[in-house]
Antibody, heavy 116, light 109 residues
Framework: QVQLQQWGAGLLKPSETLSLTCAVY????????WSWIRQTPGKGLEWIGE???????NYNPSLKSRVSISVETSKNQFSLKLTSVTAADTAVYYC??????????WGQGTLVTVSS | EIVLTQSPATLSLSPGERATLSCRAS??????LAWYQQRPGQAPRLLIY???KRATGIPARFSGSGSGTDFTLTISSLEPEDFAVYYC???????????FGPGTKVDIK
């Protein structure tokens, strides 16, 4: 049973960079896409982007200019960076495992608040 | 870009009643649709994938149907733990993108 455990700063000021990391335990790291998804009361669930074990990425076009997802296969970890955050980036951020387009595992979620 | 629309936004029912939730895609997505349940304070949980296949451990009262642009999630007899928000989801291969519907909240009448 795969488990995803995520961590990162929960309070940011406008213009700072959001940084989150997700560790994968108990399952293979290859053969899947590893995603970041966020949830806000106003916009619901929003896919941020994904990466596979070889580092191939896909991003949501609406966030692409500010997003970077990276992978560290030796540690079974992947990370999210979102630059120049604003209040609109306040959300619960989830890491997730995706296979054949289906999200089959979620991290516990991290509430990130952007406030001056 | 594929857009998913869910209806109704809120469904008020009593335990034991049947729930029928709808998800409509802006263009045909064949059978590549998943459904998730989210309870307050929890991450979403996969219920159905490929429109009609139940995920491991999901009770038989949950069923999915549909193809093309119109999909349905049915809960045959609502249990207390089923009152939650339900999302549909699709991943397009080109351009690669994951899309979620806005959700349907099933609450107690």
């Amino acid at each position: 049973q795969v488990q995803l455990q995520q961590w990162g700063a929960g309070l940011l000021k406008p213009s700072e960079t959001l940084s989150l990391t997700c560790a994968v335990y108990g399952g293979s790291f290859s053969g899947y896409y590893w995603s970041w998804i966020r949830q806000t009361p106003g916009k619901g669930l929003e896919w941020i982007g994904e990466i596979n074990h070889s580092g191939s990425t896909n991003y949501n076009p609406s966030l692409k200019s500010r997003v970077s997802i990276s992978v560290e296969t030796s540690k079974n970890q992947f990370s999210l960076k979102l630059t120049s955050v604003t209040a609109a980036d306040t959300a619960v951020y989830y890491c997730a495992r995706t296979i054949f387009g289906v999200v089959r595992g979620w991290g516990q979620g991290t509430l990130v608040t952007v406030s001056s | 870009e594929i857009v998913l629309t869910q209806s109704p936004a809120t469904l008020s029912l009593s335990p034991g009643e049947r729930a029928t939730l709808s998800c409509r895609a802006s263009q045909s997505i064949s059978g590549f649709l998943a459904w998730y349940q989210q309870r307050p304070g929890q991450a979403p949980r996969l219920l159905i994938y490929d429109a009609s296949k139940r995920a491991t451990g999901i009770p038989a009262r949950f069923s999915g149907s549909g193809s093309g642009t119109d999909f349905t999630l049915t809960i045959s007899s609502l249990e207390p733990e089923d009152f939650a928000v339900y999302y549909c989801q699709h991943r397009s291969n080109w351009p690669p993108r994951v899309t979620f519907g806005p959700g349907t909240k099933v609450d107690i009448k």
